[in-house]
C-alpha cells in the first residue's frame, strides 16, 4: 500500500487535465498538490506494464499511453504536433489512435493516447452529442481520422467523433454548473485539441496553429485562445473568458443537482434520432478500429468481429479487425486489444470464440462461450484450416488474486492526487476507506464519515453509484471486466464525504390552462401527473401563461415527473417539461452583465440551429434557450434574480414581438427590470433588424463577430403598442349555443395592418403550415409573397366601406383604399418607406420614440408594388397616440407579420406599453460605418401596465394636447377631451387584470 503519482504540475490539453500521475489530476487539487508513484498496474492505472510492441516505446510516450512504432509512409502525411509535412519515407504511428509524428517531434508531444485519457481528466463530464451530420475537413478526436460520412459533434464543445467512436470518447466536456458537490476557486483553460481554421495564430509563438490536413493545435473552449500543444504550457493556467467575459454566465455561478438526468437534459437540447451514435445501435454496421482500415478479406488476410465483453455481445456491438490468417494468437489479442484502446498486458487477457447460435443472434445460444486459446494451433495448419474457425471472438481478462486500484479523494482539500492500494479476496468498500483515510491525512476522521463512490465516465453520461459497505471491490472488478472491458477503463473509485446533499430539482411545465389559480394548478398536476404532496410543491405560478415551477426534493421523483410531463396532453394540449438551474447571483462578478439568448430554430432555414449550437459553445449553454422548446419564460425565470443583464433574440420580427410581450409580463418580477434587447434577424421582412442596423438578415457572419458587436451597441429607445381586440360570440358546437369569448391583448413593435396587406400574410402563413420543409430560404419566401400578391392582383373589398376610424375622438374620413396600416417604425414589407419622407405641416416627423402612431392607407396590391419598389408612398391618414378601430365585417389582420381573421367588433390601440430599449449593431455590409445602438426596455415609461383601457367610451385616456392628428386638420385635442381615463366597464377590469398581473410570478407558495 502506497501513495501514487510523480511530481510534475504540467497541465493536459483535454479540459485542463494534468498528465498521467500528475497531482493537478485531483478533481479539486491545484498546481502545489505532490503524490508519489506506486507499483504495479491497476485499474485506470495507465499502460506500460506490459511488454514493448513492435518498434517499441519512445521515451515519454509511456505515460501517455502511446505504441509509437517506426513506419513507411506510402502516401503525403503531416505530423500532428508540428502540422508540418513529414519529408522522407519514415514516420512514427501511434497503433492505437493513430498519431503520426516526425521523430524530432517524439520527445514533445503532450496528447494522450485514448486509452489512458480517461484516467486524466480532472472531472469527468458527459458530452451531449446531436443528430449526425456532414462536417467537412474536421477529425475525430479519438481515431484522429477524417470525418468523410455523417459524424456526431457535441452541441456544448468542439468535440467531432465517428459514430463508432463515441463510446471511446473521453468524458471531458465543459463544465458549466455545480453539481452540488463543488466549489470552483478559480477557473482553468479547458483545451480542445485540432479542428481550428487554417488562419489561427498561437497566442505564444504567434506562428500559424491550425491545420485543415490532419488534428492538430490547441483552443480554450471558454476563451477562445489557441496555441500548439507545446507552446500551451507558458500560458497561465486561468481562464479570464477572454473578450466575452462579460457576457458569459460562470459556471460557478450556475447551480444544477442533476444527479438522474443527461446532458441533454439539463442543457434542454432536443434528442438525437434513435441510435445515432448510441452504445446500443446494431453493431452489424461496419465498425473500423483504430488503424484498421480494411474490412473486406484481402489475400492472406481475415476479418474478425471482437466483442469487448457480456454487455456487447447482448446489444451485438463489436469492433472490425484484419489480421493475417497465419497470426499467432498472441498478435491476435494485440489487435483485439488494441481496438478497443486497451494497452494493459496481453497476458492478463485471452480470446473466447462465441458459438454460432450466439452469431446468429439466438438467445438460447448465449451460454458458455469456448475457449479461444487454439488460435495459434489453427493458425499453424495453414490458410485452408483457418477458414473454419470462428469469425467472432470475446475478449476476457483472467482472474486475479489481487490488484492495485486508485482511490481518488473527491472533493476533499488533500495534497495528493491519488492513492494506490491492493486490493484483496476480503477487501471490501469499508477496508479500503479505513487504508484510504490515513494517506490521505485524514485519519483523525471516523471512517463512518465517508463513503466509497464508483463513478463510470461514459462519454454521454456520468453515472455514480455509492458502494456499499460489505461490497467485496475484487469481485466488483471482475464484474465490471466481464460485463465490459471497455467500462473498465472508464469506471473510478474515490472516496468522499457522505454528506447528505438535499435534493432541489426546478421542474419548469408548460402548456398548462391560463388563468388558473394556485389551488386548481395543483389538483391539475396531481391528476395529470400523479404529484405527490410531500415531495413536489409549485414555488412559482405563471398564470397568464399556462405555466408554473415545481420544487422536487427527491431525484427519483423529478426524473419520473420530467418523463411523465413529456407525453402527458391536458385539454388536448401537450405538455412541456424543463429542467432548470439556479443562478447564483451573489456570485457574479461585479462587471458581469449575461447575456440571455433566445434562439428561434425554424427561422432563417437552417441557420437558426447552427446559431443555437454555435452561441452554446462560445458562452455557457445554461443562458442559451431555444424558443420552440417552452418558449421566452424559462429564460426570464432563470435570469429573474440577475441584477443586471441583457438579451438577444435571434429570428424574425414576430419572434422579437414574442419576447417583448413575455418580457412586458415578466418585468415587474426582474431584479433587473430594464433589460437591453438586441436583435439577430432571422426572417423574411426583418424590417425592426434594417431600423436598428442590425442589417437586412443573417447571412452567415461570425458569431463572435455578432456578439461582439452587441456587446459594444448604444441604447436607443422605442414606443409599444398595446392592440385590445373586442370580445365576440363563439358558437358552442356541443350544445348550439354562441359563447363569450374574452378581449383579446396583442402587443405591437412594428406595425399593424388590417386589409390587403394582412391577407396577403394569411396566404403567406397559411402555405407555410401545409409545407413547412419547403420555406427555408430568404429568396423563396419573397418568391411566395410576389405570387400570392399577384393572385390578389384583381381583388377588390372596399375596406373603406367595411370598418370605421377614430383618432381620438375624431371620426376620420377614409379615402378609398384596400388596405389600412399603423405604423411604428421606418420601415415595411422589408425594407419600404410607408410614410414617405417629404414634409407635410399636418404632421410631425416620425419617430419610433414620439409616442405617435402613423395610419397610412394602400389602394390594392399595385400600390404595394410600388411602394416597395420606392416609386410612390402611402395614403397619408392620421397620427396620433389612441386609435379606435370598428369592423363591420369579418377581415384579415396582421401585427408585426403574424396574421388572422379578426370577427367584426372592435379594434382599441392605445400605448398603454412601456418604451422599449433596443439594440443596434452593423451586421450586414450596408450597417457599415454605423454606431451600434442597443435597445433597452423599460426606459421613459408611458403607462403602467395596470391601468384601464376604454373599450366602450369615447375619451381617449392618456391623450395629451396636440398628440392628436388627422387629415380632417385637427391640430389640437377636441375641447371636450379632458385627458381623464373613465371608470372601468366590466371588460376593463379584464384588460386590467390581464395586462398588469402576473399571478403569483415570485411568489413562494
Known amino acids: 500500500m502506497e501513495a501514487a503519482g510523480e511530481p510534475g504540475t504540467r497541465s493536459w490539453l483535454g479540459g485542463g487535465s494534468p498528465l498521467w500521475g500528475s497531482p493537478a489530476s485531483s478533481p479539486d487539487l491545484g498546481s502545489r498538490g505532490r ?69 524530432k517531434c517524439l520527445k514533445h508531444v503532450k ?19 446531436g443528430p449526425r451530420g456532414l462536417y467537412k475537413r474536421k477529425f475525430c478526436a479519438v481515431c484522429r481520422k477524417g470525418l468523410e460520412a455523417p459524424a456526431l459533434r457535441c452541441e456544448v464543445c468542439e468535440l467531432h467523433v465517428h459514430p463508432d467512436c463515441v463510446p471511446f470518447a473521453c468524458s471531458d466536456c465543459r463544465q458549466c454548473h455545480q453539481d452540488g458537490h463543488r466549489d470552483h476557486d478559480t477557473h482553468h483553460h479547458h483545451w480542445r485539441e485540432g479542428n481550428l481554421p487554417s488562419s489561427a495564430r498561437c497566442e505564444v509563438c504567434r506562428k500559424a496553429c491550425g491545420s485543415s490536413d490532419v488534428l492538430a493545435g490547441l483552443r480554450c473552449e471558454w476563451c477562445g485562445i489557441q496555441a500548439h500543444s507545446v507552446c500551451c504550457a507558458a500560458l497561465a493556467p486561468e481562464c479570464t473568458f477572454g473578450r466575452l467575459r462579460t457576457m458569459i ?9 442533476s444527479r438522474n438526468f443527461s446532458k441533454m437534459h439539463c442543457f434542454r437540447i432536443s434528442e438525437s434520432e434513435p441510435g445515432e451514435g448510441d452504445e446500443s445501435v446494431d453493431g452489424s454496421a461496419p465498425a473500423t478500429g483504430p488503424a484498421k482500415d480494411v474490412l473486406a478479406s484481402e489475400s492472406g488476410k481475415q476479418t474478425l468481429k471482437i466483442f469487448d ?71 499453424s495448419r495453414g490458410p485452408g484450416a483457418r477458414e473454419a474457425s470462428p469469425e467472432a471472438w470475446t475478449i476476457r481478462a483472467l482472474p486475479r488474486p489481487e490488484e492495485v486500484l486508485k482511490i481518488y479523494p473527491a472533493w476533499l482539500k488533500v495534497g495528493v492526487a491519488y492513492v494506490s492500494l491492493r486490493v484483496t479476496p476480503q477487501s471490501t468498500a469499508r477496508t479500503v476507506v479505513l487504508e484510504v483515510l490515513p494517506l490521505l491525512g485524514r485519519q483523525a476522521e471516523g471512517p463512518e464519515s465517508f463513503q466509497l463512490v464508483e463513478v463510470l465516465m461514459g462519454s454521454r453520461q456520468v453515472q455514480r453509484t455509492v458502494l456499499a459497505e460489505e461490497e467485496l471491490l475484487l469481485d466488483r472488478l471482475q464484474d465490471i471486466r466481464k460485463t465490459s472491458l471497455r467500462q473498465m477503463s472508464q469506471t473510478r473509485f474515490y472516496v468522499a464525504e457522505s454528506r447528505a446533499v438535499v435534493p432541489r430539482v426546478s421542474l419548469f411545465v408548460g ?70 438551474p439556479d443562478v447564483l447571483h451573489t456570485k457574479l462578478p461585479p462587471d458581469c452583465r449575461p447575456l440571455l439568448v433566445f434562439v428561434n430554430p425554424k427561422s432563417g432555414g437552417l441557420k437558426g440551429r447552427d446559431l443555437l449550437c454555435s452561441f452554446r459553445k462560445l458562452l455557457n449553454p445554461h443562458q442559451v434557450f431555444e424558443l420552440t422548446n417552452g418558449g421566452p419564460l424559462p429564460g426570464f425565470h432563470v435570469f429573474s434574480q440577475v441584477p443586471c443583464f441583457r438579451v438577444l433574440v435571434c429570428g424574425g420580427d414576430g419572434t422579437v414581438g414574442w419576447v417583448l410581450a413575455a418580457l412586458e409580463e415578466m418585468r415587474y418580477h426582474l431584479a433587473c427590470p430594464e433589460p437591453s434587447v438586441a ?24 458569431p463572435l ?19 385590445l381586440l373586442d370580445g365576440h360570440e363563439a358558437s358552442s358546437a356541443e350544445n348550439g349555443l354562441a359563447d363569450m369569448e374574452p378581449p383579446k391583448i396583442v402587443q405591437m413593435s412594428n406595425y399593424c395592418g388590417i386589409g390587403i396587406d394582412a391577407e396577403l400574410s394569411l396566404d403567406f402563413h397559411q402555405a407555410r403550415e401545409e409545407e413547412p420543409g419547403k420555406f427555408t430560404s430568404r429568396f423563396h419566401n419573397k418568391g411566395v409573397y410576389v405570387r400570392v400578391g399577384l393572385q390578389k392582383m384583381s381583388h377588390s373589398r372596399s375596406l373603406h366601406k367595411e370598418l370605421r376610424l377614430q383618432v381620438g375622438q375624431q371620426e376620420v374620413e377614409l379615402p378609398s383604399i384596400e388596405g389600412l396600416i399603423f405604423i411604428n417604425i421606418p420601415s415595411w414589407g422589408s425594407g419600404a418607406d410607408l410614410w414617405g419622407s417629404d414634409s407635410d405641416s399636418r404632421f410631425e416627423k416620425p419617430r419610433m420614440d414620439d409616442g405617435l402612431l402613423e395610419v397610412v392607407g394602400v389602394t390594392g396590391v399595385m400600390h404595394m408594388g410600388q411602394v416597395q419598389g420606392g416609386l410612390r408612398s402611402g395614403i397619408r391618414i392620421a397620427q396620433g397616440s389612441y386609435f379606435r378601430v370598428t369592423l363591420l365585417k369579418p377581415t384579415p389582420v396582421q401585427v408585426d407579420g403574424e396574421p388572422w381573421v379578426q370577427a367584426p367588433g372592435h379594434m382599441i390601440i392605445s400605448a398603454a406599453s412601456p418604451k422599449v430599449s433596443r439594440e443596434e449593431s452593423p451586421v450586414g455590409p450596408a450597417a457599415a460605418g454605423s454606431s451600434p445602438t442597443l435597445m433597452a426596455h423599460g426606459a421613459q415609461v408611458r403607462l403602467s401596465g395596470t391601468e384601464q383601457l376604454p373599450l366602450d367610451g369615447d375619451e381617449p385616456p392618456w391623450a395629451s394636447e396636440g398628440e392628436c392628428r388627422a ?21 376593463v377590469k379584464w384588460a386590467e387584470m390581464a395586462l398588469g398581473t402576473l399571478a403569483y410570478g415570485d411568489q413562494a407558495l
Open 705 to 723: 463577430s455578432v456578439l461582439v458587436s452587441v456587446d459594444e451597441a448604444d441604447a436607443v429607445l422605442m414606443d409599444r403598442w398595446t392592440i
Open 679 to 702: 436583435i439577430l434577424p432571422l426572417g423574411t421582412g426583418n424590417d425592426l433588424g434594417r431600423v436598428l442596423r442590425w442589417g437586412a438578415g443573417y447571412s452567415g457572419e461570425d
Open 249 to 257: 454566465l460562470p459556471p460557478a455561478c450556475v447551480r444544477l443537482l
Open 967 to 987: 387629415v380632417a386638420g385637427l391640430s389640437t385635442c377636441p375641447t371636450s377631451c379632458n385627458h381623464m381615463a373613465p371608470a372601468p366597464s366590466p371588460s
Open 511 to 580: 402548456g398548462l390552462p391560463p388563468g388558473l389559480s394556485p389551488q386548481e394548478y395543483g389538483n391539475l398536476l396531481e391528476e395529470a401527473v400523479a404529484t405527490k404532496a410531500g415531495l413536489v410543491s409549485l414555488s412559482h405560478i405563471y398564470s397568464s401563461q399556462g405555466a408554473v415551477v415545481l420544487d422536487v426534493a427527491c431525484f427519483a421523483e423529478a426524473e419520473r415527473l420530467y418523463m411523465l410531463v413529456r407525453d402527458t396532453a391536458v385539454h388536448g394540449r401537450p405538455l412541456t417539461a424543463l429542467v432548470l
Open 35 to 103: 503524490a508519489r508513484p506506486g507499483p504495479g498496474p491497476g485499474p485506470g492505472s495507465g499502460p506500460g506494464s506490459g511488454p514493448e510492441r513492435a518498434g517499441g516505446r519512445t521515451p515519454g510516450s509511456a505515460a501517455l499511453g502511446h505504441s509509437f512504432r517506426k513506419v513507411t509512409l506510402t502516401k503525403p502525411t503531416f505530423c500532428h504536433l508540428c502540422s508540418d509535412f513529414i519529408w522522407g519515407l519514415a514516420g512514427f504511428l501511434c497503433d492505437v489512435c493513430n498519431f503520426m509524428s516526425h521523430e
Open 309 to 379: 465483453g457480456s454487455d456487447a455481445v447482448q446489444r451485438n456491438h463489436f469492433r472490425v479487425i484484419s489480421v493475417p490468417r497465419l497470426a499467432r494468437s498472441e498478435e491476435v489479442l494485440e489487435a483485439a486489444l488494441r481496438a478497443f484502446y486497451i494497452t494493459e498486458d496481453p497476458r492478463d487477457f485471452e480470446l473466447q470464440a462465441l458459438p454460432s447460435t450466439v452469431q446468429t443472434g439466438d438467445p438460447g445460444g448465449q451460454g458458455k462461450a469456448r475457449s479461444g486459446g487454439t488460435l495459434e494451433e489453427e493458425g
Open 111 to 129: 496528447t494522450p493516447c485514448p486509452s489512458v485519457a480517461p484516467s486524466l481528466v480532472r472531472v469527468p463530464v458527459a458530452h451531449c452529442f
